[in-house]
Nanobody
Framework: QVQLVESGGGLVQPGGSLRLSCAAS????????MGWYRQAPGKQRELVAV???????NYADSVKGRFTISRGSAENTIDLQMNNLKPEDTAVYYC??????????WGRGTQVTVSS
């Protein structure tokens, strides 16, 4: 089993930046990819960015050029740097880890609110 804990959410003005971090623990040896998803009120959860070691990262069209997913400075962490934030980026952001077995683990989420 893989446990995920997100941090770094908060309130920011339009045009501002936030950095989210996800710390993984447990059976991390089986993880093949990690990513960030988000869910806005009344909307379905959607992919934001996914990171695979040794491969290119993938981004939703809506965040390309503004968000960057990368390994974190701490061990077994993955970060999401979010720049030029827009009100439509407001959502609960979830970290996800996919294991080689096909099982996906989720974190509890962290709220990001972009508002003036």
């Amino acid at each position: 089993q893989v446990q995920l804990v997100e941090s770094g959410g908060g309130l920011v003005q339009p045009g501002g930046s936030l950095r989210l971090s996800c710390a993984a623990s447990g059976s991390i040896f089986s993880v093949v990819s990690m990513g960030w998803y988000r869910q806005a009120p009344g909307k379905q959860r959607e992919l934001v960015a996914v990171f695979r070691s040794g491969a290119n990262s993938n981004y939703a069209d809506s965040v390309k050029g503004r968000f960057t997913i990368s390994r974190g400075s701490a061990e077994n962490t993955i970060d999401l740097q979010m720049n030029n934030l827009k009100p439509e980026d407001t959502a609960v952001y979830y970290c996800a880890a996919d294991r080689s077995s096909g099982v996906r683990s989720w974190g509890r989420g962290t709220q990001v609110t972009v508002s003036s």
